[in-house]
T-cell receptor
Framework: AQSVTQLDSHVSVSEGTPVLLRCNYSSSYSPSLFWYVQHPNKGLQLLLKYTSAATLVKGINGFEAEFKKSETSFHLTKPSAHMSDAAEYFCVVTLNTNAGKSTFGDGTTLTVKP | GAVVSQHPSWVICKSGTSVKIECRSLDFQATTMFWYRQFPKQSLMLMATSNEGSKATYEQGVEKDKFLINHASLTLSTLTVTSAHPEDSSFYIC????????????FGDGTRLSIL
């Protein structure tokens, strides 16, 4: 079994300040973890992925995430928020044994204030 | 460019109409594709797993006869909402899974379905 908890439903930051979107997971096996971003009326775009290689993963648009097995966390960060980062973010866990079937977090809405 | 193409992006139709949504994998052959439904301000809800050359696997509570899935080729899966009613109005998103373990799904841009 696997589950994902995004700890904040809404996060609001000012432009130019750091972003932290929190994600905790539970999994019976070593999972693959992903962060996706969704803009209004669009599909999901992959930001980054962790698949048992380096624990610090760098993604697109300046985002990165660190896999911490001891804390079962995979938090998403960005040093400096941009207005265009305002969107919905989803943390996703996939077990390789589950034919790619994924479990999605409930999402975090990121608001960026000017 | 887009890895997965979903068409149409918007559909408005009358109650009782059947609507077909296409999902094409452009860059790789996808034996597995997924169909999701998303309500406003909510996460994605998996409806079914589409398997090339075999029957789709539906999630609990999803009506097979209402949501027909066909995955006849390695690059195309279709979702047909049969006899659609206003409660079927939603945002439907497909994804394609590249071969090999641990790969991320690639998502289409979604289809906004509005039933009048």
């Amino acid at each position: 079994a696997q589950s994902v908890t995004q700890l904040d439903s809404h996060v609001s930051v000012s432009e130019g300040t750091p972003v932290l979107l929190r994600c905790n997971y539970s999994s019976s096996y070593s999972p693959s973890l992903f962060w996706y971003v969704q803009h209004p009326n669009k599909g999901l775009q992959l930001l980054l992925k962790y698949t048992s290689a380096a624990t610090l993963v760098k993604g697109i648009n300046g985002f990165e995430a660190e896999f911490k097995k001891s804390e079962t966390s995979f938090h998403l960060t960005k040093p400096s928020a941009h207005m265009s980062d305002a969107a919905e973010y989803f943390c996703v866990v996939t077990l390789n044994t589950n034919a790619g079937k994924s479990t999605f977090g409930d999402g975090t809405t990121l608001t960026v204030k000017p | 460019g887009a890895v997965v193409s979903q068409h149409p992006s918007w559909v408005i139709c009358k109650s009782g109409t059947s609507v077909k949504i296409e999902c094409r994998s452009l860059d790789f052959q996808a034996t597995t594709m997924f169909w999701y439904r998303q309500f406003p301000k909510q996460s994605l809800m998996l409806m079914a797993t589409s398997n090339e050359g075999s029957k789709a696997t539906y999630e609990q509570g999803v009506e097979k006869d209402k949501f027909l899935i066909n995955h006849a080729s390695l690059t195309l899966s279709t979702l047909t909402v049969t006899s659609a009613h206003p409660e079927d109005s939603s945002f439907y998103i497909c994804s394609a899974l590249p071969p090999g373990g641990g790969q991320p799904q690639h998502f289409g841009d979604g289809t906004r379905l509005s039933i009048l």
